[in-house]
């Protein structure tokens, strides 16, 4: 079987599979197995594929025809332009989610800044602000085990060990330590949404990681009040939000004695991040 033929059959069972985006996973599944880039493999179409790559892109095109996300099939997701290790354990990096590291970089460039990222997951979020700002330090905490596992891997791969540590613990044990920033990209789905959300997350996607309770804002709230006590003075808090939470988020902030000081829009134009100041 040549690689035009097998990215064929590939696509062909993704297609009767309803997976829109067929052709093209075929390819990156294949380039991935062959450890080709894409456009290498249209120019070399004739090329013989041996028997075990066959057997492996068969089994991968399988799980992928059942909504698992490509993401986790190749344990890697491209965030900041760099390659992250994930797993079932970890969200997957989202491109909004950069949106929130490229403003916070903005604001904290050449600064000696101590970062806390809260539910750091895959690690994404701190160690892509970490690689732009050379000066900064920081710490990682999740409630899952696993995921601080794979934070570390990432965190050695992108050899940002010394800078950076993770621990596996709950942000509300957080005492005795006062940081320049906290960064977060919390659960904030409403759980009656949780069942609305295509196959690929929620079949596969960490619901701890997704679920935000009643309205959507459980989690955000608790880490409002929890960031007054471990922030610096005039510390910056960076949140993710859902779609239509603003006016909700700015309302509790401000309760809570955070001036507002920058949203961020997402490519839809929607308010998907919020900066605020400790005041």
Not at 108 to 119: A, E, Q, T
Request: net charge positive.
């Amino acid at each position: 079987m040549n690689i035009s033929e097998l990215l064929e059959s590939g696509s062909k069972s993704l297609k009767l599979n309803k997976i829109k985006t067929h052709q093209l996973d075929s390819e990156v599944v294949l380039s991935n197995l062959l450890k080709k880039n894409r456009e290498n493999l249209i120019i070399n179409l004739n090329e013989k594929v041996s028997g075990p790559i066959i057997l492996n892109f068969k089994k991968l095109i399988t799980r992928r025809a059942n909504r698992e996300p490509l993401a986790y099939i190749l344990e890697n997701k491209e965030f900041w332009s760099k390659d992250f290790f994930v797993d079932r354990s970890t969200l997957i990096p989202r491109p909004e989610t950069e949106l929130l590291c490229e403003n916070v970089i903005k604001i904290f460039k050449n600064k000696s800044s101590y970062v806390l990222d809260i539910g750091t997951g895959s690690g994404c979020i701190i160690l892509s602000i970490l690689t732009e700002l050379k000066k900064a330090k920081g710490v990682g905490i999740d409630i899952s085990g696993q995921a601080i596992e794979v934070a570390k891997k990432n965190s050695r791969k992108l050899n940002l060990n010394k800078r950076v540590k993770f621990f596996n613990k709950s942000f509300e044990s957080m005492h005795g330590c006062k940081f320049d920033l906290i960064v977060s990209n919390p659960p904030y789905i409403r759980s009656s949404d949780i069942k609305n959300l295509s196959d690929d997350v929620k079949k596969f996607e960490p619901k701890i990681a997704l679920d935000g309770g009643k309205d959507g804002l459980d989690v955000i709230k608790k880490i409002i009040y929890k960031s007054k006590s471990i922030l610096k003075n005039l510390g910056w808090l960076a949140l993710e939000i859902g779609f239509g939470q603003h006016r909700k988020v700015s309302q509790i902030l401000k309760k809570h004695n955070f001036k507002e000081e920058l949203l961020v829009k997402d490519y839809k134009n929607n308010v998907r991040c919020i900066l605020a100041r400790l005041k």
